[in-house]
């Protein structure tokens, strides 16, 4: 289930349906706020697209007032 193929949508990832899970869970964290959140650790979303992915969910989770480290 992961976008992380060789049919990929590569200049918009977002839009791919099996990117769509990492605004959701982004979303996720923004209702719940939990204490922590755990990603995991995915080598290709750093890759991927010039690391668009990566960068979505670490500009999310500092937007949302996480300390984060990849």
Same mark, same amino acid.
Request: zero cysteines.
């Given at each position: 289930i992961s976008g992380f193929n060789r049919f990929r949508n590569k200049e @918009? %990832? =977002?839009?791919?349906?099996? @990117? #769509?899970? =990492?605004?959701? !869970? +982004?979303?996720?964290?923004n209702? =719940?706020? %939990?204490? !922590?959140?755990? +990603?995991e650790n995915v080598v290709n979303i750093? #890759? !991927?697209? $010039? $690391?668009?992915l990566g960068r979505y969910a670490l500009g999310r989770l500092i937007g949302m007032n996480y300390q984060t480290r990849m």
């Amino acid at each position: 289930i992961s976008g992380f193929n060789r049919f990929r949508n590569k200049e @918009n %990832p =977002l839009e791919d349906p099996k @990117n #769509k899970q =990492l605004v959701v !869970f +982004m979303d996720v964290v923004n209702y =719940l706020k %939990p204490r !922590f959140v755990l +990603m995991e650790n995915v080598v290709n979303i750093v #890759k !991927f697209a $010039g $690391g668009y992915l990566g960068r979505y969910a670490l500009g999310r989770l500092i937007g949302m007032n996480y300390q984060t480290r990849m």
